[in-house]
């Protein structure tokens, strides 16, 4: 299955082939599973994959199975864009010298968790950005370390409860705002990155597609509801990730060439109560700490706004 | 048919052309890696090894090499950087010291799991605290379990010829294991010796590369998935396939020494006996410091003292048989190191080794372990006649040292060590 040339517009573009197998071992509702297919899907079979250590990584691959129809490589967890930088190096240094893969585009996909890549792995991910790698880095964020039960990340947001912010007298889940890996991203001057969110599939394939085509390094980043860690029902996953762009909890980006734009906008905003009343995580949180979340979100939204000069997120409207 | 073979081979090894120069063990390194075309090197800096990564740039950007050269930001992304281009199928090469090793330790494991035929320099070097950036042999015995062939060089023309036997045999599709050639900080790394490289062209007879797909690599053509999930069902049968290869590999060590002999006139085995077939004491020594165990020896042969030595060059796999043989008839066995097991039976993880090899085959004789030369304090030749003659002492009183004797501290009596 070749790479997909054409733009994402409707359902009718995703292509029918897999190269993501069933059979692997993710919760029920896990949406890490649907951002898996509809990737690979994109990328097609000249894609080489490498995967840092987490919940995708262990279900996908327990020995003697796979879920891969790739070729595809794991080495250990704070390293995907270490590995993926030796392997976009190889394949130039075959394809140069021994004519190995001729006249052929091989794509290098990393793939890693938040935990992975906000924190433990930032550090050979900013290497890999700064060399230029031509790698397309897909960062799957469930917002906290699934793999090993539920413990906070970089990217947990604020006020959720985790295993390792839980809720009691003196603390009262998650007591910082979710690290900035955009931010991070933009300041390596990479030619794409964006963010992408699979209640909204056809615009998450259009990302993928263009970070594909993309000669360099690029990121997208991607929003992925994890049902057991967010206390979220097997069927919500979907209708609590389009509420998070909904309430501008989530905003949908792309960056191409350091030109931002909000790919789905959204004229009126939900307020976050219905984003957060409906996970688990979120249920110890008083109405006072939800107007503080409400605040941080308005002021996100509107400097999202002035960032791209223009109102892409509307004000809050009550129903 | 079987003749005309071995005529071809009589024609081929014939030496090639000698040309001498004269290099840093630095520079030896960086000319093997030349030599042998790598295609993917990963480089990041530490004391006493920048000057490989330095040349090797030069020689890319000067178009004597043609490779690609990531320019990682930690040794961690430096290994885990070849052992993905490895598996992409390339060759490639890197090269640390010290806190870089230990900073990559994690990697060492996933590079021999995987199989992946990497190739290490290794500058040896102190490990931090306190910081030292001087000789001694912590950081190698570091990694004694990470599963790597570990191959010591002595001098530098040996540090040339191991990295390129290395090639040889990591690559060697019954063995398929990471290799480090290890060269003494310093002692070997900036020392200007006589060199006689192959060259480009003999490097690559001697250790050609494969077509690409001799083994599984990632590729789109055949997808496989590499580093998955060792369930319990299945991972005590890959681990024991690794213990399988270490042990095959030997097979494979030892003929391409033989080979490179043949072919050049300098033979490579397991080990190096220095004046042992009529010994009567004996240490085990490696790397440079065997050199300093040679003189230490020809000054007691002068004084009539039948000492003898036997140098490790592969210690992992670790060559019992061979060392065994060579230690069997000498009185005493001593063993002289310069890394530290901290708390273990003896503090000399080096003996260990011996003294399991030559008790598991039922010898038993006066041994003692010594300690010297740790963060580059200088060893010199007088220090080990020391050893030798204490040594001596045991096999007459026919007992063995119960702790390690540390020759060289300021202030310390080694015979003391013997009481704590
Ligand atoms: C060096 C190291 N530290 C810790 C771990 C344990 N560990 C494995 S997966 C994981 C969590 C992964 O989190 P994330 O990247 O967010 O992926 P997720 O599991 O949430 O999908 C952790 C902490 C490890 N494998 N390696
Ligand atoms: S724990 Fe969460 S992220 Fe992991 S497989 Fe289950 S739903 Fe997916
Ligand atoms: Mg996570």
């Not at chain 1, 573009?13 to 949406?31: L, V």
Request: hydrophobic letters at 40%; aromatic letters at 8%; one cysteine or more.
């Amino acid at each position: 299955m070749e790479a997909l040339k054409k733009p994402v517009r409707t359902i009718w573009d995703i292509p029918r082939p897999e190269q993501f197998a069933p059979g692997h071992n993710m919760c029920q509702g896990c949406a890490a599973a649907l951002i898996m297919r509809m990737l690979m899907k994109v990328v097609g079979k000249d894609a080489i994959v490498v995967m840092g250590t987490g919940c995708v990584e262990v279900t996908t691959t327990p020995f003697p199975y796979t879920s891969w129809k790739n070729p595809w490589l794991h080495l250990a967890f704070e390293n995907t864009a270490a590995g993926a930088s030796g392997v976009e190096a190889a394949l130039k240094a075959l394809q140069r010298k021994y004519g190995v893969f001729k006249d052929r585009y091989i794509k290098v996909v990393a793939i890693a968790g938040d935990g992975g890549t906000f924190d433990i792995g930032l550090q050979s991910l900013s290497g890999m950005m700064e060399r230029g790698h031509d790698v397309m880095y897909v960062v799957y964020d469930n917002e906290a370390y699934m793999n090993t039960g539920i413990q906070r990340s970089g990217a947990t947001p604020l006020g959720a409860w985790t295993t390792t912010t839980p809720v009691g007298k003196r603390m009262r889940g998650e007591p910082r705002p979710k690290k900035d890996i955009i931010g991070i991203a933009l300041a390596h001057r990479i030619p794409y990155i964006a963010t992408a969110n699979p209640a909204y599939p056809t615009d998450m394939m259009e990302k993928f597609r263009k970070a594909y085509e993309t000669r360099g390094p690029s990121l997208v980043h991607v929003y992925s509801p994890c049902t057991p860690g967010w206390r979220i029902r097997n069927e919500h996953t979907i209708h609590v990730s389009r509420l998070a762009v909904q309430t501008g909890m989530w905003v949908q980006l792309e960056i191409e060439n350091g030109k931002p734009r909000v790919t789905v906008k959204v004229p009126k905003r939900k307020p976050v109560r219905e984003y957060l009343r409906i996970q688990g995580r979120f249920r110890h949180l008083t109405e006072e700490e939800i107007q503080k979340i409400q605040r941080m979100v308005d002021e996100y939204v509107e400097e999202i706004n002035r960032w791209v000069g223009e109102q892409a997120i509307g004000p809050v409207v009550e129903e | 048919m079987a003749v005309a073979v071995e005529q071809r081979r009589e024609q081929e090894a014939r030496p090639a052309a000698r040309r001498r120069v004269a290099a840093k063990g630095n520079f030896a390194v960086a000319m093997a890696v030349r030599d042998v075309d790598i295609d993917v090197a990963a480089i990041y800096p530490i004391t006493p090894q920048v000057q490989i990564a330095e040349k090797i740039t030069e020689y890319v950007a000067n178009e004597e090499l043609d490779a690609e050269v990531i320019h990682v930001e930690s040794e961690h992304s430096a290994m885990s950087a070849v052992v993905a281009a490895a598996a992409t199928g390339a060759r490639v090469f890197t090269a640390t010291a010290s806190q870089g090793l230990e900073f990559m330790h994690e990697m060492l494991y996933i590079a021999s799991g995987l199989r992946q035929p990497v190739v290490m320099a290794l500058t040896t070097r102190a490990l931090s605290a306190p910081i030292n950036i001087w000789n001694d042999y912590s950081d190698a015995f570091g990694m004694r379990d990470t599963g790597w062939i570990m191959i010591f060089s002595e001098n530098v023309q040996e540090a040339y010829d191991n990295v390129v036997q290395a090639y040889r045999i990591a690559e060697h599709p019954d063995v398929l294991l990471p290799v480090v050639v290890t060269l003494d900080g310093y002692i070997l790394s900036h020392t200007v010796e006589p060199l006689e490289p192959l060259g480009r062209e003999e490097a690559l007879r001697f250790a050609p590369k494969r077509r690409y797909g001799y083994r599984p690599t990632l590729n789109p053509d055949m997808p496989m998935s590499f580093g998955v999930v060792g369930v319990p069902a299945w991972y005590h049968e890959i681990k024991y396939q690794q213990v399988r290869a270490m042990r095959e590999s030997r097979r494979v060590i030892e003929e391409t020494g033989r080979e490179f002999g043949r072919r050049y006139g300098r033979s490579y085995g397991f080990i190096e006996e220095y004046m042992m077939d009529d010994a009567e004491v004996a240490l085990v020594s490696l790397g440079a410091t065997a050199s300093l165990v040679k003189a230490a020896v020809n000054r007691l042969r002068k004084e009539g003292v039948k000492a003898g030595m036997v140098k490790i060059r592969v210690y992992r796999p670790f060559p019992a048989e061979e060392l065994v043989k060579a230690l069997e008839n000498v009185e005493a066995v001593g063993t002289l190191n310069r890394a530290i097991s901290y708390g273990g039976v003896v503090e000399d993880p080096l003996f260990m080794e011996v003294a399991t090899a030559l008790a598991l085959r039922g010898i038993v004789k006066p041994m003692a372990s010594f300690i010297h030369g740790m963060g580059g304090r200088d060893i010199f030749v007088r220090d080990i006649v020391a050893m030798y003659k204490k040594l001596m002492e045991h096999a007459k009183a026919g007992t063995s040292a119960k702790r390690t004797y540390f020759y060289g501290v300021k202030g310390h009596n080694p015979d003391d060590d013997q009481k704590m």
